[in-house]
């Protein structure tokens, strides 16, 4: 008896297993599975895509008062908290940050001042010493998606262009739905918080485009080729008609939101919509719904080309790590390509253009070099560097000898 007992129950326990491990499995398959077509289904709809893309929801401002810098390690007065107004009247949160010389040559006074957010930045001793100094430059930074201005490497990167012997005061600012700005974000928008940003520092502060660099990061790159493209190559004016930026320095750049998008992984671990290149047609269709499109390639192949027509000038630099789990480097290439056919035609054939690129690339050792395309006052330069990521770069060399490239090494204190 005891062995026929024991014989049932195993077999009843086997039979338990057999209908139990499929039941498992289709719960482990299904649940990610049921998951991932909620949130393709989601990012279908322009109100749910733009917070997945933009993440400005994603902050951490209940860690510290971003009225008061000092918590970023900036000398007490230093920045300026204030406002800026878009041409749709929404109000932007933004911080003017002085270059510690001019800072140290002015502590007393300035340290004497009011702290905190001001309601009228052209009061300032800040103010002032940007406005009426005739060789004042300016970088206006354009930040990545998600958070405020003082996230992460953020804070870092404001001080690595300002800092020491810097003479370049620093204005960032977040987008509209960021931080502390009113509005909700979309690609037109967030160029109109970049032209907002440009028209203050041109009409308010009076620094002239020449003496103005824009930086853009991740997101913040596919703005700034946006406001490059509406100063510096606008199609409103006149031909010959147009501004020239000191320069403009991209960082972790993309040639279009729709062709990142669709090899992107958060991290370099979790895919997003990578698994939909197993049905290219479903992958077009799920691109062909993203409403932000940030076509960056097309504008820097616009915008070359309007420059080079008017005999303008341009400074653009591109900048990688190689390490970077974000976006990949490969993106980078796309751009500089595309800058390239603005100022030499469309007509170099791939196989065509790598031999002219390899011709112009100094290799600096492995997964590192720079490559640069002249012509006439016209510098197209991309360095891929090895080490970084997708955030630390923002604050490593490259970065900083981009911008002092585009206003020249031979400025006084740089020398």
Request: aromatic content about 10%; hydrophobic content about 40%.
């Amino acid at each position: 008896m005891p062995k026929t007992k024991t014989r049932h129950q195993q077999q009843l326990f086997n039979n338990s297993m057999a209908n139990t491990v499929p039941i498992v499995i289709a719960s482990l398959v299904g649940a990610p599975l049921a998951l991932y077509t909620l949130f393709l289904g989601l990012s279908a709809v322009p109100y749910f895509q733009r917070n997945f893309i933009y993440a400005h929801k994603v902050h951490t401002l209940w860690w510290g008062n971003i009225n008061k810098p000092e918590q970023w390690g900036f000398a007490k007065n230093q920045v300026t908290p204030f406002h800026l107004t878009t041409a749709d009247n929404e109000t932007l949160y933004a911080w003017h940050i002085l270059p510690l010389p001019v800072y140290s040559q002015h502590e007393a006074k300035l340290s004497s001042q009011p702290s905190g957010f001001s309601k009228d930045i052209t009061t300032t001793e800040n103010f002032r010493l940007l406005r009426d100094d005739p060789n004042a430059k300016l970088v206006i930074s354009f930040h990545g998606n998600a958070a405020q201005l003082t996230q992460g490497h953020r804070p870092a990167h404001y001080h690595s262009l300002t800092s020491l012997h810097s003479p370049y005061h620093l204005l960032t600012l977040d987008y509209r739905g960021f931080g502390l700005s009113t509005g909700s974000p979309t690609e037109q928008g967030l160029i109109l918080d970049a032209e907002a940003a440009v028209h203050w520092a041109v009409h308010t502060a009076g620094v002239p485009a020449s003496r103005i660099v824009l930086v853009g990061h991740s997101l913040g790159t596919a703005v700034a080729a946006a406001a490059t493209e509406r100063f510096t190559a606008p199609r409103a004016r006149a031909p010959g008609h147009g501004w020239d930026f000191a320069g403009v320095v991209l960082v972790a750049g993309f040639s279009s939101l729709p062709d990142m998008l669709s090899g992107y992984s958060i991290a370099g671990w979790v895919p997003v919509l990578r698994p939909l290149t197993w049905w290219p047609w479903l992958l077009k269709k799920v691109m062909a719904r993203v409403v932000d499109q940030w076509q960056s390639a097309e504008r820097w192949r616009g915008i070359v080309s309007a420059v080079k027509a008017r005999g303008g000038r341009l400074r653009l630099s591109l900048v990688h790590a190689r390490n970077d789990w974000d976006i990949p480097c490969h993106e980078d290439d796309k751009l500089f390509r595309a800058a390239v056919e603005g100022l030499v035609g469309e007509g170099v054939g791939g196989e065509e253009f790598e031999v002219q690129k390899k011709r112009r690339k100094e290799v600096r050792g492995k997964h590192s070099f720079v490559a640069t395309w002249r012509e006439g006052d016209i510098e197209i330069r991309q360095e891929l560097f090895p080490h970084g990521g997708h955030n630390a770069v923002l604050i490593y060399a490259p970065v900083v000898l981009a911008v002092m490239r585009s206003f020249g090494l031979d400025d006084e204190g740089l020398s």
